[in-house]
């Protein structure tokens, strides 16, 4: 289908999510619309024993998003390190990888909490809709998401 962007200022995209389980890909989302130059990124956040990894791509001239986002790049570890949660218990250690320089906590519900590690640009990022209900907060440094974490305001990164 074929749109107009509704601003100028805007270009076209493409757009990729994958999510992992176990090093496994399990689930894939691709899109193609308007985005502004500054949600033209990639990103991801690793849980521990899921990851999701986003890719875009943008181009300026009309209808030049035909192909897909870019597959995300393998990753490595980076040497930071984070806390994640499992069934259990929020004290087990992850060794983040590629662009995930910071470490995160989110909680929402009643009994709902996350950990681990994630791309600086989720943290900063300006549309938050994608937290819904959710609570969440980025910081920086080795293990910072403890429950004994000092907290930044909810997506902001510092």
């Known amino acids: 289908t074929i749109k107009e962007c509704p601003l100028q200022s805007q270009r076209c995209a493409a757009k990729r999510v994958i999510s992992y389980s176990g090093g496994s890909k399990y689930a894939e989302l691709n899109s193609k619309g308007c985005a502004n130059a500054e ?4 990103f991801s956040a690793n849980f521990g024993i899921e990851e999701i990894k986003v890719t875009s791509k943008c181009c300026t001239t009309p ?4 192909q897909p986002a870019p597959e995300p790049s ?13 069934e259990q218990t929020c004290t087990n250690i992850l060794n983040c990888k590629g662009n995930e320089d910071y470490c995160f906590s989110v909680t ?5 909490t996350m950990k ?11 549309d938050q809709s994608w937290a819904r209900e959710l609570t969440y907060t980025c910081c920086q440094g080795d293990l910072c ?8 305001t909810p997506g902001h990164a510092e």
Do not use: A, E, F, H
């Open 145 to 152: 998401n403890s429950t004994k974490d000092i907290l930044l």
């Open 39 to 42: 949600d033209c990124v990639v």
């Open 116 to 126: 681990g590690c994630v791309s600086k640009r989720l943290c900063t990022i300006l």
């Open 74 to 86: 393998k990753s490595t570890p980076n040497g930071k390190q984070c806390y994640y949660c499992d």
């Open 63 to 66: 209808l030049c998003n035909t």
């Open 108 to 112: 929402g519900g009643q009994s709902v």
